[in-house]
C-alpha cells in the first residue's frame, strides 16, 4: 500500500512517486530487473553528452527544458544506487576487505566532462525562463552541481557491484573518493522534500526532484574524485554501497550463483464465442419477486485531487504532460480520495442506506460485497459489514470480484437472491486506489475512491429493476488489460489503455445489439465513469447522443464497482434526474468484465450524500515560497 499525505501546505502529495523503491521480493531474475529499470528510468532519459550537444545545437525552448532533461539525466545516473543500495562514506583504511554483502562501485571516468558541463552552463544563462526566472535559476544551482560533478560514465553502469575482494582483484578498477567528507553536510529530510510547494506544478515536480538527487550525494562534490583502488591510502575516502534491505541482499545473492529462474507464462488457448449468446434477464410482470430499490447512499472520498495535483506528483518515468492535456485525454479534472479504510468508508454508505430505506439489521438476508481493491480476504469484507451492522445472521455474505461491472453483477446476484430469501438485500460497492496506483500515470490520471450502498427490497408494488445482464472474459489481452498487483510495476494497478478500449468497444456494441431488442424507451444512459473521452468516441459511433449520457467523471474519477451507482446520485443531485426515469447502467472493466442494468430510478430513492469532518481540495490551501522552503531545509 503506498498512501498519499497532506503536508504542511494542505496539499497533496504521494511519497511513492518521489522516493523510488522497488518490492525485491517480486523480482525474480535480472531480465526483469533490467526491463523495469529501462522502463523506468532509461527509456526517456538523455545521457550527459546528449544533453550538451542539444544545448550546444540551440535544441532547448526554454530554462525548465534543459531543466528536467538534466534532472532526467541525473536520475538514470543513479538508476540502480537509487532502487538497490543504500550510500556509507568510510575510510579505506576501515572498509571490511571480505564481506560479501559490502559492495562498491567500479566507475569509469567521464570524457570531456569539463568543456560539456561549461557548454550547458553557457546555454542555460541564453535561455529564457519558462515560469520564473528566480526558481528556474536556484533549481539549476541545485540540479548543476549534480551534473556538473557527475564524473562517472553512466552507460554500463551494472545492477550488481562488486565486493571489496572483487574489485580489489580487478585490473585497472576505480571509485569514488571524497574529500574533506563532512558527515553534517547539509541534506534535505523527507518532511523537506514533501513540504515542497509551488504555484506551477510542474517546477513544485522539478523541486522534489533536486532534492531527490542532491541526497544521492551529500558531500562536497566539487572535492570528489575517480581514483583506482590500487592507488588507495588508508586515509582515503570512499563511498560503499550497502543493500538497502534483505531482499534486495537475496537477489544479488541468487543472481551470483546463478539461482533465479526466468518466469514462465503460460500460452493462452484462443478465444472462441460461446455455442449460443447468454440473453440477458427480463424481470417481467410474471416474475414472483418483483425487486424494488429502497435507497441509494453514497459516501465520495474526502481528499480531493486535482489534476494539478497529479502534475505537481510526477516522477521521473512520466512523459511532460499539463493538467489540461490530462482533461482532454480522460475527461477528469478531479478525483476524489479518502484517507479512510476502505472498508469504513463500505460501512459509512450501508448505513446511510439502511437509514434512508428505514430497515432494521434484523430485516437484512444478504449482504453483497462488490470491490476489485479490497486487501481484506478473511474475513470477506461482506461478512465483516454485516458484524459492524449488527446483523446476527444472513442468507449470504459474499464478495464480488467484478472490478468496473461490480454494480450489475452486485444487482445480478441481489436480484437472484431474492427470488430465494424475499427479504431486502444489502448491496455494498467500495473500492480505495489512492494506495494502490503508485507511479503508474494511466491509473495515476484515471481512478479514484468511494463507496455506494443499494437497498433492493420485494415489492408491493411496480419493479424499479427491469432487466439484468452480465459478461466476462474475452481474448487474454484483454482479460489482462489492467492487472493489480502487477509485479513488473512495483505491485502497483496498471492500465494498458488499447486493450482496454477494445473489450468497452466490444462489450458495449454487443449491449447495444441486446437493448435493440429490447424495446425499451431509455430516458438517461449512467454509464460506468471509465474515461469520458473514450466512452463517447465509442458511443457516437453507434449513433447515440452524448447528450443523452450522464457524466460525473470530471469530478470523481473513476471509482470501479462505486462508480455507477455514485453516478445514478449525482445525476439525482444535479437534477440530471428530476422524476422516475428509465436508466440504462452499463458496466465494464478488469478481467474483462461487463454487464448492464436498466432500472427505474426516483430521486427520493437517494439519499443526501454522506458528509465528512474533511472535505476539502488540498490544492485550495495558500501556497509557502518554495524557493524559501528549500533554502531553509538547507540550511537548518
Known amino acids: 500500500m503506498k498512501p498519499f499525505r497532506l503536508n504542511k501546505h494542505g496539499k497533496l502529495v504521494f511519497p511513492s512517486s518521489i522516493f523510488t523503491e522497488l518490492d525485491f521480493s517480486t523480482i525474480s531474475n535480472l531480465d526483469q530487473l533490467k526491463a523495469i529499470i529501462r522502463r523506468d528510468f532509461e527509456v526517456k532519459a538523455p545521457t550527459g553528452t546528449e544533453i550538451a550537444e542539444r544545448a550546444a545545437a540551440g535544441s532547448y525552448g526554454t530554462r525548465y527544458d534543459l531543466l528536467r532533461d538534466i534532472g532526467l539525466h541525473l536520475f538514470w545516473a543513479n538508476r540502480y544506487a537509487l532502487v538497490m543500495y543504500d550510500k556509507q562514506p568510510m575510510r579505506w583504511r576501515d572498509v571490511p576487505r571480505n564481506r560479501d ?3 562498491v562501485p567500479l566507475l569509469q571516468p567521464w570524457e570531456g566532462r569539463e568543456a560539456k558541463t561549461a557548454s550547458v552552463r553557457e546555454a542555460y544563462a541564453q535561455l529564457p525562463a519558462k515560469w520564473s526566472a528566480t526558481a528556474e535559476d536556484e533549481l539549476f544551482d541545485l540540479l548543476f552541481d549534480c551534473f556538473s560533478n557527475k564524473l562517472y560514465h553512466a552507460t554500463s553502469l551494472p545492477p550488481i557491484k562488486a565486493t571489496i575482494a572483487e574489485a580489489l582483484a580487478a585490473a585497472g578498477a576505480s571509485t569514488t573518493t571524497l574529500g574533506n567528507y563532512d558527515p553534517d553536510h547539509p541534506r534535505f529530510s523527507i518532511d523537506d522534500i514533501l513540504d515542497v510547494s509551488d504555484q506551477q506544478a510542474e517546477l513544485e515536480a522539478l523541486r522534489r526532484w533536486s532534492m531527490v ?17 590500487a592507488e588507495m591510502q588508508d586515509d582515503d575516502i570512499v563511498v560503499l554501497f550497502y543493500p538497502k534491505n534483505r531482499h534486495v541482499l537475496e537477489f544479488i545473492n541468487r543472481e551470483k550463483k546463478g539461482a533465479t529462474v526466468a518466469r514462465q507464462a503460460p500460452t493462452p488457448d484462443p478465444a472462441v464465442e460461446p455455442v449460443r449468446p447468454y440473453p440477458p434477464t427480463v424481470i417481467g410482470d410474471s416474475s414472483p419477486i418483483q425487486p424494488k430499490i429502497e435507497a441509494l447512499a453514497v459516501r465520495k472520498g474526502e481528499v480531493i485531487c486535482s489534476n494539478e495535483d497529479v502534475v505537481r506528483n510526477s516522477p521521473s518515468s512520466w512523459s511532460p504532460m499539463s493538467a489540461k492535456e490530462i482533461a482532454d485525454k480522460t475527461g477528469i479534472e478531479r478525483r476524489r480520495y479518502t484517507a479512510e479504510p476502505l472498508e469504513n468508508i463500505a460501512l ?8 434512508h430505506a428505514g430497515r432494521g439489521a434484523e430485516e437484512i438476508g444478504a449482504v453483497l460485497f462488490c470491490s476489485c481493491t479490497s486487501s481484506r480476504l478473511i474475513p470477506s469484507t461482506a461478512t465483516w459489514l454485516s458484524g459492524q451492522l449488527g446483523i446476527l445472521q444472513t442468507h449470504c455474505s459474499a464478495d464480488i470480484v467484478a472490478a468496473c461491472a461490480g454494480f450489475p453483477y452486485g444487482v445480478a446476484e441481489a436480484v437472484r437472491l431474492l427470488q430465494e430469501i424475499e427479504r431486502p438485500v444489502l448491496l455494498v460497492m467500495a473500492e480505495k486506489f489512492s494506495d494502490k496506483i503508485g507511479n503508474a500515470r494511466p491509473s495515476r490520471m484515471i481512478f479514484g475512491d468511494g463507496a455506494a450502498a443499494v437497498v433492493i427490497a420485494p415489492s408491493d408494488g411496480e419493479r424499479d429493476i ?3 445482464q452480465t459478461y466476462a472474459s474475452g481474448p487474454a489481452s484483454q482479460v489482462n488489460s489492467i492487472i493489480w498487483p502487477n509485479h513488473d510495476f512495483d505491485n502497483d494497478i496498471t492500465v494498458y489503455g488499447p486493450e482496454v478500449k477494445a473489450l468497452v468497444k466490444r462489450y458495449l456494441n454487443q449491449m447495444m445489439g441486446e437493448l435493440s431488442g429490447l424495446g425499451l424507451d431509455i430516458d438517461i444512459i449512467v454509464p460506468h465513469q471509465a474515461n469520458k473521452t473514450m466512452i463517447t468516441e465509442i458511443t457516437e459511433a453507434q449513433g447515440i447522443d452524448a447528450n443523452d449520457i450522464y457524466f460525473n467523471i470530471s469530478e ?15 445525476a ?3 437534477k440530471a434526474i428530476d422524476k422516475r426515469s428509465l436508466v440504462f447502467a452499463p458496466g465494464f472493466g478488469a478481467g474483462a468484465v461487463g454487464g448492464y442494468v436498466i432500472l427505474s430510478l426516483e ?3 437517494v439519499a443526501p450524500e454522506v458528509t465528512t469532518a474533511l472535505a476539502m481540495s488540498p490544492s485550495s490551501t495558500k501556497a509557502h515560497s518554495s524557493i524559501e522552503d528549500i533554502k531553509e531545509a538547507f540550511h537548518t
Open 466 to 468: 427491469h432487466v439484468v
Open 101 to 103: 554483502d559490502v559492495f
Open 348 to 355: 459509512e454508505a450501508a448505513r446511510a442506506a439502511l437509514r
Open 603 to 605: 430521486p427520493a430513492m
Open 213 to 229: 538527487l542532491h541526497n544521492q550525494q551529500p558531500w562536497d562534490r566539487s572535492q570528489a574524485r575517480l581514483k583506482p583502488l
Open 556 to 570: 470523481v474519477g473513476n471509482a470501479s464497482a462505486a462508480s455507477i451507482p455514485i453516478a445514478l446520485a449525482d
Open 572 to 574: 439525482v443531485f444535479d
